[in-house]
């Protein structure tokens, strides 16, 4: 197989799976192959700081047995699961989807914040920005009170309310940025990227430019 980065979802479903590489792939532009790897013991979105926590170990299982022409992995999903233990077993750059946007959303010492579908992840999302630092900079997360599941079933609705949470994160929360905090929701940010005055991030997208700064700095192997 020739050099590519793979892109774990540690959600179960294929179907989002083939979405993130997509979009991975389009933001990577020509030349850089993406293949994508899916989880099997995971729920098909994870909702939970449960299930994001127990989900960790089968992202390491498969970032770590995956094939050596792999030069970077991303992990697909906004809680990062299994990327700092993967991080140290592999020899290959690693970074996932929150941390990246998080850098990406902060650039400039700018306010951010995150428009997402999942409240249970609420504590987890700002735990990681205190880890990176960034805890000042974040104005916190908007979510709506719908089913993160259902809402993600329809994609117009989707859209919408995600949209709302961005006015939100601008208007009551002082963001200058906004990312839209989830794998599964790589369509609705794809949709709403040019939609407000203030950047709002895809971390599908910012996922995939970071990896291809890390992989360019990254010593040849």
Known sequence: MKPHILLVNPNSSEATTRM???IAERAAGAGIAVVGATATRSPAMIVTAGELAASAAEVVEIGSAHDAACV???VGAFGDPGAEELRSRVAVPVT???EASMLAASRGRRRFGVATTTPDLVDAIADHAHRLGLAGLYAGARCPVE????LTNDQSALVEVLARKVEEC????????VIIGGGPLGEAAESLR????FPVLSPIRSAMEHMQNLVMAAPSR
């Open 194 to 197: 040019e939609r407000f005055a």
């Open 147 to 150: 089913d993160p599941a259902s």
């Open 20 to 22: 993130m590489r997509a």
């Open 170 to 177: 601008i208007d009551l929360d002082g963001a200058r940025a």
């Open 72 to 74: 970077g992995i991303i």
């Open 96 to 98: 996932g989807l929150c």
